[in-house]
T-cell receptor, first 114, second 115 residues
Framework: GDSVTQMEGPVTLSEEAFLTINCTYT??????LFWYVQYPGEGLQLLLK?????DKGSNKGFEATYRKETTSFHLEKGSVQVSDSAVYFC?????????????FGTGTRLKVLA | KAGVTQTPRYLIKTRGQQVTLSCSPI?????VSWYQQTPGQGLQFLFE???????NKGNFPGRFSGRQFSNSRSEMNVSTLELGDSALYLC??????????????FGSGTRLTVV
């Protein structure tokens, strides 16, 4: 079945460091791909999305490119801030995934130190 | 416009009791999905409602049920609570089920603790 694998956390970085959070997926057909962010005590917020191969989603300095050949959707940011500390979830919308609508990765906790 | 509203924010229940959680989607959104989030299992899909009809259901026991009203508000109910039901329950809305390719809007969740 469809699945999402993202790198284990926590990831600890200094402010202004470069961020990469890896995400790979397995899916039937052509899923849409998403990154969501969850701040402490809150629900998930959509960070960015890509709906077809080679699309690049971007928002708030974060970027991710839909790579069909490597089935990946890695999240990157050139210079992280303390306020980026949160848990990041990679997700796919698998239209051929049976009873599941969205498949979420396990989440990667990011901690940015001043 | 107002976001997705979930009530209550926090709940403590005893094993064997039942609980009802409420979700009001963004105005105009008619599709509501529910997820359970736990440290061990991550985010797991419970069910999805659209136009008062359950469209999809995840792999949860029958103790978990839900419904949607004509104003698109949704409730989920868990009967005969078990300790393992302790979790953050998240509600997500989209205008229609197929619009979810644009991404969901999530509520802040209801934190359920079963003691």
């Amino acid at each position: 079945g469809d699945s999402v694998t993202q790198m284990e956390g926590p990831v600890t970085l200094s402010e202004e460091a470069f961020l990469t959070i890896n995400c790979t997926y397995t899916a039937t057909g052509y899923p849409s791909l998403f990154w969501y962010v969850q701040y402490p005590g809150e629900g998930l917020q959509l960070l960015l999305k890509a709906t077809k191969a080679d699309d690049k989603g971007s928002n708030k300095g974060f970027e991710a490119t839909y790579r069909k050949e490597t089935t990946s959707f890695h999240l990157e940011k050139g210079s992280v801030q303390v306020s980026d500390s949160a848990v990041y979830f990679c997700a796919l919308e698998g239209r051929a995934s049976g009873t599941y609508k969205y498949i979420f990765g396990t989440g990667t906790r990011l901690k940015v130190l001043a | 416009k107002a976001g997705v509203t979930q009530t209550p924010r926090y709940l403590i229940k005893t094993r064997g009791q039942q609980v009802t959680l409420s979700c009001s989607p963004i105005s105009g959104h008619r599709s509501v999905s529910w997820y359970q989030q736990t440290p061990g299992q991550g985010l797991q899909f419970l069910f999805e409602y659209f136009s008062e009809t359950q469209r999809n259901k995840g792999n949860f026991p029958g103790r978990f049920s839900g419904r949607q009203f004509s104003n698109s508000r949704s409730e989920m109910n868990v009967s005969t609570l078990e300790l393992g039901d302790s979790a953050l329950y998240l509600c997500a809305s989209s205008s229609t089920p197929t619009d979810s390719y644009n991404g969901y809007t999530f509520g802040s969740g209801t934190r359920l603790t079963v003691v």
